[in-house]
C-alpha cells in the first residue's frame, strides 16, 4: 500500500462513515461516487478568488470575446494551472492524488496516472521505462504510431510480434499466445512484450493467453487497450487487460468512455515485473508543466460516471446498437461483421460499441459509401477502408440517433450502389509482415536523411514512419527496408484517398531515406 493510500485508509477510519467498507485497489468503494479533483477546481473557480497567476485571460476577463461566446465563462474560470492550494497542492491526499487513486480502484489497479497528451503521453512514458537504450522489446506489428515514436525517444530495439489478418476484410487482428511466444523465443532478452486488444474495429486479443505465455518466460505484458476503456464495466463486455492478469494497460477515456478528447490514462497493476516509480519519473518526464485542468477533471467525472452508472449506461448503448446493427444488416448488400469472428485467430471477444459494415458487395468502397454519407446525410463515421466503414459508440448512447443513422444509412447506399459489382479490399498490408529492420527505429529516424523518389527507394532504409490515416497503424517504420510491396501499398492507399500520416511529403512522391555511407 502506498502512503498516499494509507493516509485515505486512516483519514477513512477516523472520520467513522467510510469503514468496514470492501476495498478495490486499496480504496474504498464507497468513495467512489466522489469526484475530488473536480470538485476542488469547481469550488476553487467559482467562489470568486483574485487571480495574479497563469493563465492571462484571469478565468475568462482577458480572453477574446469570441471565445468566450463560443465556450462560454464557466471553462474559462476553470482553466486553472498546477500548483493552486487545496487542488494539487497540500496536505496529502490532495484532491489530485485522491482522483488518481480512485480512477486505480475503478480498474482494479496499483496505480493511474491521469495523461493530458492522451494515450501517446502513455506509450512514450512506457518505452522510456521500459525499452531503454539498447534494449529489445517484443512489439506487435501493427502497434499505434506513437509506439515507434516511443522507441525512437528510448533507442528501444523491437522484435516485431504479427497480428493475425484477414484478407477478405483487409483487418488486421490480434497477436495469438503462440505467435506472442515465438517472438519472445527469438528475443531472450526481453523483459516486455507489448500487444494491441482491442483492435480499431473492436476484436479482443486473447489477452490471458498471452498473459501466460509473457509471465512464464518473467516477461510484463503491456496491453494498449486505448479503445478498451470500458472493458470490464459490463458483463456483455469483455474483461479489461488487467482483470486478465496483464502488468499495465492504457486506456484512452475519451474515446468511449466520455472524457474529453487528449485525456488518457495509464495504469499499472501490482507486479514485480514493472517498477512503477520508474514508470512514474518518465511521465514527469513526458508530460507537460502546464497541464490541462479541464482534462484532469474530465478523467475524475469520466471515471467517477463510469463506475458508479457505467453498467446501466452501457446497457442502454448496447441495447441501441443491436436494434441498429439489425437494421443495417438488412440494406441490399450490407453485412456487420461482430460476434461472429470471435474463435477466428486472434478474435477471443468483440466490442458491441463498435459497428463494423461489410460493404463490398455494395459495388462501392468504404470509402465512397463514407463520402455520400457525408454529403447526403452530413454523417461522419470513424474509420473508412475499402471494404468496411466503422462506427463508434459512446456510454449511454440514445437508440434514436441510432434509428436515424439505420435509416439514412440504408437510403443512402440504395442510392451509390452498383448492383452485380463487388468492390474487393487492399492487398495485404504490409503493416502485418515481418519486415526486415536493418538498424534501430531511434538511429534511423535520427540519422542523416535525404528525400528520394519512392521509385527509387526500393532497397533502403526508411527514415520515415508512414501510416495510412486512420487508423494511424505504421505500414513503413524507421529503420526498416523499403520494399516494392510497401511502395506499391502506401500508393495504393495514397490513390484510394487515405491519408499518410507522418510522411514527409503526403502525397508519397517522396520518401525520406537514410543517407547511404
Known amino acids: 500500500m502506498t502512503d498516499v493510500e494509507e493516509t485515505i485508509e486512516g483519514a477513512a477510519a477516523a472520520d467513522g462513515s467510510l469503514t468496514e467498507v470492501p476495498s478495490r485497489g486499496g480504496l474504498p468503494t464507497s468513495m467512489q461516487p466522489r469526484a475530488p479533483y473536480l470538485e476542488a477546481v469547481t469550488a476553487y473557480g467559482f467562489r470568486g478568488s ?33 500548483d493552486i492550494e487545496g487542488i494539487d497542492v497540500g496536505p496529502a491526499p490532495t484532491p489530485y492524488e485522491r482522483a488518481e487513486l480512485l480512477a486505480a480502484g475503478a480498474y482494479g489497479a496499483e496505480r493511474a496516472w491521469f495523461l493530458t497528451n492522451g494515450a501517446t503521453q502513455g506509450n512514450h512514458a512506457l ?8 534494449a529489445r522489446v517484443v512489439l506487435q506489428r501493427n502497434s499505434h504510431a506513437s509506439m515507434i515514436d516511443g522507441l525512437i525517444l528510448s533507442g528501444g530495439i523491437p522484435t516485431w510480434v504479427p497480428p493475425e489478418y484477414d484478407v477478405e476484410l483487409g483487418m488486421a487482428h490480434g497477436v495469438t499466445p503462440e505467435s506472442l511466444e515465438q517472438a519472445l523465443e527469438r528475443t531472450p532478452e526481453a523483459r516486455s512484450a507489448f500487444i494491441v486488444s482491442p483492435t480499431y474495429y473492436g476484436m479482443a486479443a486473447d489477452v490471458a493467453g498471452c498473459v501466460e505465455v509473457a509471465h512464464r518466460r518473467g516477461v510484463a505484458l503491456i496491453v494498449d487497450n486505448a479503445w478498451g476503456a470500458h472493458f470490464g464495466f459490463h458483463p456483455r463486455l469483455p474483461k479489461s487487460p488487467l482483470e486478465l492478469g496483464a502488468d499495465a494497460m492504457l486506456a484512452s477515456t475519451h474515446k468511449i468512455v466520455g472524457s474529453l478528447t487528449q485525456s488518457a490514462m495509464l495504469l499499472v497493476a501490482r507486479s514485480d515485473r514493472i517498477d512503477s516509480a520508474a514508470i512514474a519519473r518518465m511521465i514527469r518526464l513526458v508530460r507537460s508543466t502546464s497541464p490541462s485542468s479541464l482534462l484532469m477533471a474530465s478523467l475524475d467525472a469520466a471515471r467517477r460516471q463510469l463506475a458508479i452508472h457505467g453498467e446501466a449506461l452501457l446497457e442502454q448503448t448496447l441495447q441501441a446498437a443491436e436494434r441498429a446493427r439489425v437494421a443495417i444488416g438488412a440494406t441490399p448488400g450490407c453485412s456487420v461483421v461482430g460476434e461472429g469472428m470471435v474463435g477466428r485467430p486472434g478474435v477471443a471477444g468483440w466490442d458491441p460499441l463498435r459497428i463494423v459494415i461489410d460493404v463490398r458487395n455494395t459495388g462501392c468502397t468504404g470509402y465512397e459509401v463514407a463520402a455520400a454519407l457525408r454529403s447526403i446525410d452530413d454523417i461522419y463515421v470513424e474509420l473508412a477502408t475499402h471494404a468496411t466503414l466503422v462506427l463508434v459508440l459512446g456510454i449511454g448512447e440514445k437508440a434514436e440517433p441510432l434509428e436515424r443513422l439505420a435509416h439514412d444509412f440504408g437510403e443512402t447506399v440504395r442510392q451509390i450502389a452498383r448492383p452485380g459489382r463487388r468492390a474487393t479490399a487492399l492487398a495485404r498490408a504490409p503493416s502485418v509482415l515481418a519486415l526486415g529492420t536493418a538498424i534501430s527505429p531511434r538511429d534511423a529516424f535520427l540519422g542523416r536523411g535525404e528525400a528520394v523518389p519512392v521509385e527509387e527507394a526500393d532497397g533502403r532504409i526508411s527514415c520515415e514512419s508512414i501510416a495510412g490515416y486512420p487508423p494511424g497503424i505504421p505500414a513503413l517504420l524507421p529503420g526498416e527496408l523499403i520494399t516494392a510491396e510497401v511502395i506499391a501499398y502506401l500508393g495504393e492507399l495514397t490513390s484510394a484517398g487515405a491519408r499518410l500520416h507522418g510522411a514527409a511529403d503526403p502525397t508519397f512522391t517522396t520518401v525520406r531515406v537514410l543517407v547511404e555511407s
Do not use: N, S, Y
Open 50 to 82: 483574485t487571480r495574479f497567476h497563469v493563465p492571462g485571460h484571469k478565468g475568462g476577463e482577458g480572453a477574446d470575446p469570441g471565445m468566450r461566446m463560443a465556450f462560454g465563462d464557466r471553462p474559462l474560470l476553470l482553466d486553472v494551472p498546477q
Open 127 to 134: 518505452c522510456l521505462a521500459l525499452a531503454p537504450p539498447g
